[in-house]
Protein backbone atom coordinates (compact mmCIF):
# COMPACT_ATOMS: atom_id res chain seq x y z
CA UNK A 1 0.00 0.00 0.00
CA UNK A 2 1.32 3.50 -1.15
CA UNK A 3 2.32 6.14 1.60
CA UNK A 4 -0.41 8.43 2.78
CA UNK A 5 0.37 11.99 1.98
CA UNK A 6 -1.75 14.74 3.47
CA UNK A 7 -3.12 17.52 1.31
CA UNK A 8 -0.54 20.42 2.74
CA UNK A 9 1.85 17.78 0.98
CA UNK A 10 0.19 17.09 -1.97
CA UNK A 11 0.55 20.93 -2.57
CA UNK A 12 4.01 21.60 -1.91
CA UNK A 13 4.56 19.78 -5.46
CA UNK A 14 4.13 21.68 -8.26
CA UNK A 15 3.34 19.60 -11.03
CA UNK A 16 2.82 22.08 -14.26
CA UNK A 17 2.29 21.92 -17.96
CA UNK A 18 4.91 22.71 -20.74
CA UNK A 19 5.77 22.33 -24.31
CA UNK A 20 8.91 20.78 -25.49
CA UNK A 21 10.13 22.87 -27.73
CA UNK A 22 13.93 20.82 -27.72
CA UNK A 23 15.27 17.22 -27.44
CA UNK A 24 18.82 16.18 -28.21
CA UNK A 25 20.75 13.32 -27.88
CA UNK A 26 22.29 12.51 -24.63
CA UNK A 27 25.00 10.33 -25.52
CA UNK A 28 27.09 11.48 -21.43
CA UNK A 29 24.25 9.72 -20.06
CA UNK A 30 24.65 5.87 -18.05
CA UNK A 31 21.44 5.53 -19.58
CA UNK A 32 20.35 6.28 -22.90
CA UNK A 33 18.20 9.48 -22.57
CA UNK A 34 17.36 12.90 -24.29
CA UNK A 35 17.83 16.31 -22.97
CA UNK A 36 14.64 18.38 -23.31
CA UNK A 37 14.25 21.90 -23.19
CA UNK A 38 10.58 23.10 -22.03
CA UNK A 39 8.93 25.61 -22.20
CA UNK A 40 6.51 26.40 -18.49
CA UNK A 41 5.04 29.77 -20.24
CA UNK A 42 5.91 33.45 -18.28
CA UNK A 43 5.34 32.76 -14.93
CA UNK A 44 8.11 29.90 -14.74
CA UNK A 45 10.12 30.14 -18.27
CA UNK A 46 12.01 27.19 -19.98
CA UNK A 47 13.83 24.50 -18.05
CA UNK A 48 16.16 21.95 -19.07
CA UNK A 49 15.78 18.24 -18.00
CA UNK A 50 17.00 14.96 -18.58
CA UNK A 51 14.43 12.04 -19.77
CA UNK A 52 14.86 8.50 -20.27
CA UNK A 53 12.49 8.20 -22.95
CA UNK A 54 14.02 7.05 -26.35
CA UNK A 55 12.28 3.55 -25.98
CA UNK A 56 9.17 4.99 -27.08
CA UNK A 57 9.29 8.19 -28.27
CA UNK A 58 12.10 9.41 -31.23
CA UNK A 59 13.40 12.77 -30.37
CA UNK A 60 11.75 14.66 -33.47
CA UNK A 61 8.39 13.92 -32.57
CA UNK A 62 8.75 15.22 -28.86
CA UNK A 63 8.54 18.52 -30.38
CA UNK A 64 4.93 20.67 -29.80
CA UNK A 65 4.26 17.64 -27.44
CA UNK A 66 2.35 18.60 -24.14
CA UNK A 67 3.84 17.15 -20.96
CA UNK A 68 3.33 17.33 -17.05
CA UNK A 69 6.45 18.20 -14.66
CA UNK A 70 7.35 18.71 -11.55
CA UNK A 71 9.03 22.14 -11.13
CA UNK A 72 10.06 22.87 -7.58
CA UNK A 73 12.87 19.96 -7.40
CA UNK A 74 16.05 21.13 -6.86
CA UNK A 75 18.64 21.04 -9.56
CA UNK A 76 20.09 18.08 -10.84
CA UNK A 77 23.71 17.52 -12.29
CA UNK A 78 23.27 14.58 -14.74
CA UNK A 79 26.52 13.53 -16.11
CA UNK A 80 27.80 17.04 -17.62
CA UNK A 81 23.78 18.56 -17.61
CA UNK A 82 22.27 20.48 -14.99
CA UNK A 83 18.44 19.10 -15.09
CA UNK A 84 16.10 21.77 -13.96
CA UNK A 85 13.05 19.59 -13.74
CA UNK A 86 11.71 16.44 -13.48
CA UNK A 87 9.42 14.96 -16.60
CA UNK A 88 6.56 12.71 -15.29
CA UNK A 89 5.52 8.96 -16.96
CA UNK A 90 3.93 5.75 -16.60
CA UNK A 91 7.03 3.48 -16.05
CA UNK A 92 6.84 -0.04 -16.80
CA UNK A 93 10.13 -1.99 -16.97
CA UNK A 94 12.59 0.73 -18.98
CA UNK A 95 9.58 2.20 -20.55
CA UNK A 96 8.30 5.57 -20.10
CA UNK A 97 5.17 7.06 -21.57
CA UNK A 98 4.58 10.31 -20.86
CA UNK A 99 1.80 12.26 -19.16
CA UNK A 100 -0.10 14.57 -21.14
CA UNK A 101 -3.14 16.22 -21.14
CA UNK A 102 -5.80 14.77 -23.45
CA UNK A 103 -6.70 18.60 -25.14
CA UNK A 104 -4.06 21.63 -25.60
CA UNK A 105 -3.84 23.93 -22.51
CA UNK A 106 -1.69 26.75 -21.67
CA UNK A 107 2.02 26.25 -21.08
CA UNK A 108 2.34 26.97 -16.91
CA UNK A 109 -0.79 25.51 -15.59
CA UNK A 110 -0.75 24.02 -12.35
CA UNK A 111 -1.54 20.43 -12.13
CA UNK A 112 -4.16 19.51 -9.25
Known sequence: MPNKLTWTDFEKVEMRVGTIIEANDFPEARNPSYQLKIDFGEEIGKRKTSAQITKLYHK??????????????????????????????????????????????????RIL
Do not use: R
Open 60 to 109: DELIGKQVVAVVNFPKKQIANFMSECLVLGAVEGKNVTLLQTDKPVKNGL
